[in-house]
């Protein structure tokens, strides 16, 4: 509705002898002042656009175009060389001419110098000289132990007083019989301190019933001198049936 007030001002604005009036809903509005008559318009219609101006106007888009067409080819053109340069190498290749090498000039051995009469005499090998040797000193003997005195008398069981050994049943009913070899050490005062059996009779039963009858024995004590020592025998004791 604005559109058609507007147009239809626009249309009372170009005829000739008439006023501005605007058509709307609101309150009139003052008058404005008349101007001078225009022309009168020949049917054309005054929102037709100007060939003239048209031409003018697609010349001026033309002249545009091509002004900003040359401007970006020249911008093209004159960085090609640039980046171009800039992706040249830093360094340039370098040639490198394969020559042999000049071989290097032998140098002659230097001469010994002459030997004079006393260098030779400094060259003479000397003979080593003998070293002394140092003879230790004979380490002293050690002062002979004292040796415990021998017994002059050996020591002897007392048969007399020592109880015979047991002949065990088993071995009576199985008749077993041997020879038992029991060695005792004997103390300074007739006793047994230790035993062993040496010698075994072939029976278990023989040698323990050995065992235990020497181990109750009295013996007469050995003798160095005068003064009973510690010695040492072998008892032998035979198991027989008649």
Not at 81 to 105: G, H, T
Not at 108 to 122: I, L, S
Request: hydrophobic letters at 40%; glycine letters at 4%.
């Amino acid at each position: 509705m604005i559109l058609l007030q507007e147009r239809k001002t626009q249309a009372i604005w170009h005829r000739p002898g008439s006023l501005l009036v605007e058509l709307s809903g609101a309150a009139p509005q003052a008058s404005l002042p008349s101007t001078a008559p225009l022309p009168k318009s020949r049917g054309i219609d005054p929102f037709e656009e100007d060939p003239t101006e048209r031409r003018e106007r697609t010349a001026g888009w033309m002249l545009s175009l091509v002004f900003h067409a040359a401007l970006i080819l020249g911008a093209g053109i004159s960085l090609a060389p640039k980046i171009k340069q800039a992706a040249a190498p830093l360094f340039p290749p370098a040639s490198v001419d394969l020559v042999a090498a000049p071989e290097p000039m032998k140098q002659a051995a230097p001469e010994p110098p002459p030997v004079k009469p006393d260098d030779m005499a400094q060259a003479v090998v000397r003979k080593p000289q003998p070293k002394k040797v140092i003879i230790a000193p004979k380490p002293k003997a050690a002062p002979a132990v004292a040796s415990a005195p021998r017994p002059t008398q050996l020591a002897q069981p007392d048969y007399l007083r020592n109880p015979p050994p047991v002949y065990p049943d088993t071995a009576r009913q199985k008749k077993e019989q041997g020879v038992v070899y029991v060695w005792v050490k004997i103390s300074p005062v007739g006793g047994v301190e230790t035993l062993r059996v040496v010698r075994s009779s072939g029976f278990s039963d023989l040698d323990q019933s050995a065992a235990v009858a020497v181990e109750h024995w009295r013996f007469h004590p050995a003798l160095a001198g005068v003064k009973p020592v510690e010695s040492q025998a072998v008892v032998p004791v035979r198991f027989y049936l008649q």
